[in-house]
């Protein structure tokens, strides 16, 4: 045939390597655009996100201005900004409330003196507080034969109330090194129980170190008092030379007695008792000693802690509790003796009805 190509290898080898190269093209533009769509939509996500970051940390360069106010009476420094958060009570940490009202409820029970607030909860609780050295003394100030013990100063019929002026805590190191310190502004009053008056002692600095141990050996009673093992290690107190803060009722504290009421000595309304003080016409609480009498055989002893339980510690002293032995009644003369006073016969009341008598 005249018009038929020959065909040859050479020819198909060189038509095959032409189509190869367009298949090659092609597949490279097509790998090439999927590669850069995916940069695009990687490069986009990163914009986004700058964005969204930038967006986020934007408050953040506000300049927000501190106001550090300090109490002119108790030196008491209060850091305040302008967010609205001053005082409010979301703005102190859980630890620090706590360690705040462990610091303040130990220097009031070892600060103030009250015979019947020793006896019940004031002396286990500032023992199961302390460590031993500082348990050592407190144990020396109430001492019998200290001539100086709170007992002999003022005895039953006054008694010590301590007001916290401030506390402030601090903390140095980190971890198990760290030392917890606390410093603590408080006065001192004096409380007549007789007449309810009350007069300014004086204003104290308190500084102590205190740790927290949750192994510590206590019974359930001293758990009660100190479930988280609160330990205080270091104990100092001296006087405040600083202004002392004005005292609320620097007078007579004691109620007036409405009118129709009749005086009665030692309450300032009929019905009320002192602290530790029975009330008349109420029944005593089970298992509570009673002022003045000696305790029951087997009863527990306020400040005395059953052998072998919890941490030993000194006993209470002898605050006055057991009752001495009554005063021997004098005896009179024979045949001098006053008679006994007779009885008067209760008169009977008539019996009426409707205003007739039975007469």
Request: with cysteine; net charge positive; charged share 20%.
């Amino acid at each position: 045939m005249l018009g038929k190509k020959k065909e040859s290898p050479q020819i198909d080898n060189t038509a095959a390597k032409g189509v190869n190269f367009e298949v090659s093209i092609a597949d490279l533009a097509r790998r090439s655009e999927k590669r850069a769509w995916m940069i695009a939509w990687t490069c986009l996500f990163i914009v986004i996100a700058m964005v969204g970051g930038f967006i986020y940390i934007l408050p953040l360069k506000r300049e927000v201005p501190y106001l550090i106010m300090a109490d002119a009476f108790t030196g008491q420094a209060t850091v305040a900004t302008l967010r609205g958060d001053f005082n409010s009570p979301n703005s102190i940490t859980a630890s620090e409330a706590l360690a705040r009202s462990n610091v303040a409820q130990y220097i009031i029970a070892r600060e103030s003196f009250d015979v019947a607030m020793m006896n019940l909860r004031d002396w286990d609780l500032v023992n199961v507080m302390s460590a031993p050295n500082v348990r050592n003394g407190y144990a020396a100030i109430h001492a019998g034969n200290n001539p100086d013990s709170p007992f002999k100063k003022y005895g039953k019929e006054r008694a010590v109330r301590v007001k916290i002026l401030s506390i402030q805590l601090e903390r140095k190191g980190s971890g198990d090194s760290a030392r917890n310190s606390a410093t603590v502004r408080f006065q001192r009053v004096e409380y007549d129980k007789k007449t309810g008056d009350t007069k300014p002692l004086d204003s104290k600095i308190a500084r102590l170190e205190y740790t927290y141990k949750p192994n510590l050996a206590m019974d359930e009673k001293q758990r009660y008092n100190n479930p988280l093992g609160f330990q205080v290690t270091e104990y100092t107190v001296d006087n405040d030379y600083a202004a002392s803060p004005p005292v609320e009722n620097p007078v007579s504290a004691q109620p007036q007695v409405p009118a129709g009421y009749p005086a009665q000595q030692g309450y300032g309304y009929p019905g009320q008792a002192y602290p530790g003080q029975q009330v008349p016409g109420q029944p005593a609480v089970p298992g509570q000693q009673v002022p003045g009498q000696p305790p029951v055989p087997g009863q527990q002893v306020p400040g005395q802690m059953p052998a072998g339980q919890g941490q030993v510690y000194p006993s209470a002293p002898d605050f006055g509790n057991p009752a001495a032995a009554p005063a021997a009644q004098p005896q009179y003369p024979a045949g001098a003796a006053p008679a006994a006073p007779q009885q008067v016969p209760a008169a009977q009341a008539p019996n009426q009805v409707n205003g007739v008598g039975n007469r």
